[in-house]
């Protein structure tokens, strides 16, 4: 109906506790938090940020590996405008990640998040090529779809969407700790016979997201996790009842 995005959020904050806001531009959340006092939870704006993927990438990752501190992370796929991928860099700056990005040059890491990794002592490798030997070194290969809808261009997408398909041999030199990742939802970059190795843990994240978010919602109503357990304690009275 032409709604200006700040009319939306003030309409919207007035029937909310919590707004929860998926955006196509970049810095939409951001500037939705700055028009009402109702909590907003970024759930993904544009190309930029998904917090609360992250959130529970970091603990499926402490769940599958069970520390955050050195480990070797592959980023897979569509690193220009996956916003997962962004998310995950910044977080990890805390925990002495090494990173390896791999992708065709078309959809390679953007240079404002190598220059966040130099800033902060983040290192990381480059690679064009995706083949067991770079999946040797890898703690956690986090897989991402290339994202048809971001291309103007469909031929450009034709070429780039198969570039790099994970298969079942190319696990052979995996690490025995290594968890494959995905945000979801997959198209073919990962082969279907991939799903019944130990390596996958695709399905197990996505569970993950329902505890982090969650979470998310609890910390911005100030719920605290004492309340949390007290509640779930009278429910299960309730229910033995």
């Known amino acids: 109906k032409g709604e200006t995005l700040k009319d939306t959020i003030m309409m919207v904050a007035n029937y909310s506790d919590v707004i929860v806001m998926r955006h196509y531009l970049e ?20 190309a930029h940020q998904h917090p609360s993927q992250t959130l529970l990438d970091l603990y499926t990752m402490m769940q599958t590996q069970g520390t955050l501190d050195n480990l070797h992370i592959h980023l897979v796929g569509d690193l220009k405008y996956g ?18 990005f791999i992708a065709p040059a078309e959809l390679a890491m953007p240079e404002e998040y190598k220059q966040y990794c130099r800033e902060h002592g983040i290192h990381f490798v480059e690679h064009e090529n995706f083949d067991e030997e770079v999946i040797a070194e890898a703690d956690i290969l986090y897989m991402t779809r290339v994202q048809r809808e971001r291309f103007s261009d469909l031929m450009e997408y034709e070429r780039v969407k198969d570039v790099y398909i994970l298969r079942r041999e190319m696990l052979a030199k995996a690490r025995r700790n290594l968890r494959i990742l995905h ?30 978010r969650e979470a998310i919602i609890c910390d911005v109503l ?6 949390v357990r ?12």
């Open 27 to 46: 810095g939409a959340a951001l500037y939705a938090s700055e028009l009402t006092p109702v909590p907003v939870v970024n759930a993904g704006d544009g």
């Open 183 to 212: 945000p979801l939802p997959r198209v073919n970059e990962i082969a279907q016979d991939v799903d019944d190795t130990p390596y996958a843990y695709y399905f197990e994240q996505a569970r993950n997201g329902l505890f982090a």
């Open 230 to 241: 007290a509640d779930s304690a009278l429910l299960s009275q309730n229910s033995a009842l």
């Open 222 to 227: 100030g719920i605290t996790l004492d309340e």
């Open 83 to 100: 916003r997962t991928v962004h998310s995950l860099i910044m977080a990890m700056r805390h925990f002495n990640p090494t990173f390896h």
